[in-house]
């Protein structure tokens, strides 16, 4: 079985900065493209940012661009993203994903593994 497990989220003020953390255990190749996507109330899902599985090429949603940075622990089992800046706007509840292949997409229909998010809260 394949497991992602989110954490890092919680209450910041605007202008802060939180540090999410994603682990991967299971059936995830360290191969695999790895990215996060949020989820805000009444919003679709969106992409936010993701990480090749083969290189460093990364991509970001412009919500995120100039704010946030994603990056894999040596192990390249573990995904991060840095969020700085932080907005109110960013207020969601953010989601790890996986693809079952190294190349970096942004649709949500080319991630087959997802976790259970963790709450992101930014205060005015």
């Known amino acids: 079985q394949v497991h992602l497990t989110e954490s890092g989220g919680g209450l910041v003020q605007a202008g802060g900065s939180l540090r999410l953390s994603c682990e991967t255990s299971?059936?995830?190749?360290?191969?695999?493209?790895l990215g996060w996507f949020r989820q805000a109330p009444g919003e679709d899902r969106e992409f936010v940012a993701v990480v090749s599985g083969s290189d460093t090429t990364t991509y970001y949603g412009d919500s995120a661009k100039g704010r946030f940075t994603i990056s894999r622990d040596n192990s390249r089992r573990t995904v991060h993203l840095q969020m700085d800046n932080l907005k109110p706007e960013d207020t969601a509840i953010y989601y790890c994903?996986?693809?079952?292949?190294?190349?970096?997409?942004?649709?949500?229909?080319?991630?087959?593994?997802w976790g259970q998010g963790t709450q992101v809260t930014v205060s005015s």
């Open positions: 994903a996986a693809r079952d292949g190294p190349v970096a997409r942004t649709e949500k229909s080319q991630f087959k593994y």
């Open positions: 299971g059936r995830v190749w360290d191969t695999y493209a």
